[in-house]
């Protein structure tokens, strides 16, 4: 049987696969984003009355009203972007759902996006089967340094739109003012789109301050903001995130989520929009607080084990190098240290197609704090 030439290529993530060698040794799965914090009580009670009230029928494609006003309070409050939660707001199956119903009513097969690598894998491959080319610019370690001549390099007449992942997965990148502003810059000069995961905007570390493009002088009209509910409520099977832009955007987007998803699960969205109301900022600076704590033993681990990290501004991943190990790829590595010590990561070259990841590995420590302890005392052993 032949299939679909827009999956050609396509295989199984490095995330998954990963998880399934981890499931096969019984080891610590620190590959896979997991968030092992419990859910916000608020959160809870607000979806079993939900569940309690039946409301299981379909929601408007674009969210329940209730929640799409807590998203536009949110956006106003902590991103600073003031949203019409009737026009601007669309509810989505996940970050990653908003991100395909985006490349899907915004972007053309034979379209170019500029991606920035280290790449989340399922950024890349959401455009490839869309049949939008991805035209990588690459940025290093430890900096992770973006160039405006890099930019201007990867840009050509089929250039539509700029992505932008801050907080970012793999390498806790945060984007900071200057950075983004020479990003903005760019989109208003060549008129690109910019599309933004900023699915971690809640987890960054040293007093940081997470910025939206969108609120850039001249980028409102032109940017997607896309975020989602899972890794701030610890809800990541609930599969709930969201897309804002202005209408002109915001309306194709809803059609297409219309047609690929129909709505989100309309108990959890009341849930959610009941939890949001009912909490107060104690609980984000709480969760920084938590992330930070666990990012200062993993990476510290790492340091012991002589696999050297790159301190994360923000998320809760990290990539570290493991040339020390001496093996010929990242996978090699990878399966070195869960063979030897029992603990899943991620190869590098999982988020790059430069030879820059093939020295590094991805962590993810967002996980109870004895898994945790536990994992660094294993990867101490190496």
Request: hydrophobic letters at 40%; glycine letters at 8%.
């Amino acid at each position: 049987m032949k299939k679909a030439h827009r999956i050609e290529g396509l295989v199984q993530s490095d995330i998954r696969r990963m998880t399934r060698e981890c499931m096969r040794v019984g080891g610590i799965n620190l590959g896979q984003g997991i968030c092992d914090l419990p859910t916000p009580p608020e959160v809870l009670e607000g979806t079993q009355e939900a569940v309690r009230e039946d409301l299981s029928i379909y929601s408007k494609f674009e969210g329940v009203d209730p929640l799409r006003a807590q998203l536009a309070r949110k956006m106003e409050a902590h991103n600073g972007r003031p949203t019409d939660p009737d026009t601007e707001v669309v509810v989505t199956i996940g970050a990653t759902g908003a991100f395909a119903a985006t490349c899907q009513a915004l972007l053309n097969p034979g379209d170019e996006v500029i991606l920035f690598e280290p790449f989340y894998g399922y950024h890349l491959n959401t455009l490839l089967v869309a049949g939008v080319k991805p035209v990588f610019v690459t940025l290093e370690p430890p900096n992770w340094t973006i160039a405006l001549e890099a930019l201007e390099a990867a840009l050509t007449d089929k250039t539509r739109a700029i992505l932008v992942n801050t907080p970012s997965n793999p390498s806790g990148k945060v984007f900071g003012e200057a950075e983004l502003s020479l990003i903005a810059g760019f989109c208003q000069k060549h008129d690109l789109l910019a599309i933004t995961d900023e699915i971690y905007e809640y987890i960054l570390y040293d007093d940081l301050k997470h910025i939206s493009l969108a609120t850039l002088p001249g980028m409102r009209e032109r940017t997607i903001t896309i975020s989602g509910l899972s890794k701030t409520f610890s809800i990541t099977g609930w599969r709930l995130g969201y897309a804002v832009a202005v209408p002109e955007l915001a309306g194709p987007i809803g059609l297409v989520n219309d047609l690929f998803y129909v709505c989100a699960p309309t108990p959890l969205q009341h849930g959610v929009a009941r939890g949001m109301a009912r909490m107060d900022d104690g609980y984000y600076t709480s969760l920084r607080g938590i992330y930070q704590a666990k990012r200062e033993l993993f990476c510290g681990a790492l340091e012991e084990a002589g696999l050297t990290p790159v301190w994360p501004d923000g998320a809760y991943y990290v990539l570290a190098d493991v040339s020390r190990l001496g093996q010929n790829t990242a996978h090699d590595a990878s399966m070195h240290i869960l063979e030897s010590v029992g603990v899943a990561s991620v190869p590098g070259s999982a988020f790059f197609r430069s030879d820059v990841g093939q020295k590094m590995v991805r962590f993810c420590f967002a996980k109870e704090l004895s898994v945790l302890e536990e994992a660094c005392e294993r990867l101490k052993r190496l």
